[in-house]
């Protein structure tokens, strides 16, 4: 089998690995096409309001984010994606490490997104913002005894605490904050105590842990604020509660969903128009309706439900250490035995 049949057979598979939702076609000046591990329902109310005021068109593609990636790269300077976008700072990290977007630094973006939610040099930008903080059982925990992130270390929590697998993106964002905030050795004490008080094995999904407090099992734990909200809204009466980490030191750590412009984009003005778009008034209004998370632009106030959880420093950690600590946050958690 020679070379080019190899690549095609490549080529493939990353599409029998997405899902796709229109067809994909070469893109015009009218019409801006999107690589987006974001689900449908999260993005083509944007895209259809996009479209409405400004006449140029979508065409988008969803799958796994791994997929689409390896997609970009096998289609290098054929791709007709002009955008793509993804959820967490350590994947639009990476994949602005791959070489796969193209600096944008507009007025527009500069204005509508504070510089920690933006890559450094502009090769991605933060749409919404996600809070990773402590929730906690109302019913066993006094909120008076919560604080820090470190603080859950301490062993006063021992066998009281639910966390996420170490595996999921979110949790290797978390630990690279720590690292940053911290230093490796005060990080390596911190997630040992975590492990040390944990009341079960980590869980796959934010829910899990929050379902865990709720059957007793522990007491606290994190997740992010958009998974809170989700429960809430199908149990309203439950007695869970967030904590705003780190008031008093460097803040709640945050993280975003948020897209690039490709290095390849056949129509590179129309999605740096459709970057800007999204970091709009009307925007992100949308995007707090669609998911209860956070306006990355500031300037917005937050969906009636989340504004109800009250307001928070943020860490103002630039999100791209979430990607270039995310290596030694790895390392660290599976040498302090967490799974």
């Not at 089998?1 to 994909?24: D, E, W």
């Not at 995007?287 to 306006?295: D, H, M, R, V």
């Not at 917005?300 to 959880?309: L, R, Y």
């Amino acid at each position: 089998m020679n070379i080019n049949t190899l690549i095609s057979s490549a080529i493939v598979f990353s599409v029998l690995t997405v899902s796709s939702i229109t067809t994909v076609q070469a893109t015009s000046d009218d019409s801006v096409t999107v690589y987006s591990s974001r689900k449908e329902h999260l993005i083509k109310p944007l895209f259809e309001a996009f479209t409405k005021d400004t006449g140029v068109k979508v065409e988008y593609l969803t799958g796994k984010g791994g997929a689409l990636i390896e997609r970009l790269k096998l289609e290098g300077a054929n791709t007709p994606a002009d955008m793509f976008m993804t959820v967490d700072a350590g994947n639009l990290w990476y994949v602005g490490s791959q070489d796969l977007f193209q600096p944008v630094q507009t007025e527009t973006l500069k204005s509508n997104i504070p510089s920690h939610l933006r890559d450094p040099d502009g090769l991605w930008t933060g749409l919404s913002v996600r809070a990773r903080t402590i929730v906690y059982s109302t019913d066993r925990v006094n909120s008076a005894d919560l604080s820090t992130y470190a603080d859950l270390s301490a062993s006063k929590w021992k066998g009281k605490l639910c966390l996420r697998t170490s595996k999921k993106i979110y949790t290797k964002s978390l630990a690279a904050s720590v690292i940053y905030n911290h230093g490796e050795d005060k990080a390596g004490d911190i997630i040992s105590g975590w492990v040390n008080n944990l009341a079960a094995t980590p869980n796959a999904k934010d829910s899990h842990v929050m379902n865990a407090i709720l059957a007793g099992q522990c007491d606290v734990g994190l997740v992010n604020t958009y998974y809170f909200g989700r429960l809430v809204a199908k149990k309203p009466n439950a007695p869970l509660k967030l904590f705003w980490a780190n008031q008093d030191t460097t803040g709640v750590h945050v993280n975003v969903s948020g897209a690039g412009v490709t290095k390849h984009a056949s129509n590179a003005k129309g999605a740096t128009q459709l970057l800007e778009w999204l970091s709009s008034s009307k925007a992100q209004a949308i995007y707090g309706s669609l998911n209860k998370e956070y306006p990355a632009n500031q300037n917005i106030a937050s969906d009636d439900v989340v504004s109800a959880w009250g307001s928070f420093k943020q860490d103002d950690m630039n999100l791209s250490q979430a990607g270039i600590l995310q290596a030694k946050a790895v390392k660290l958690m599976q040498m302090k035995g967490y799974k």
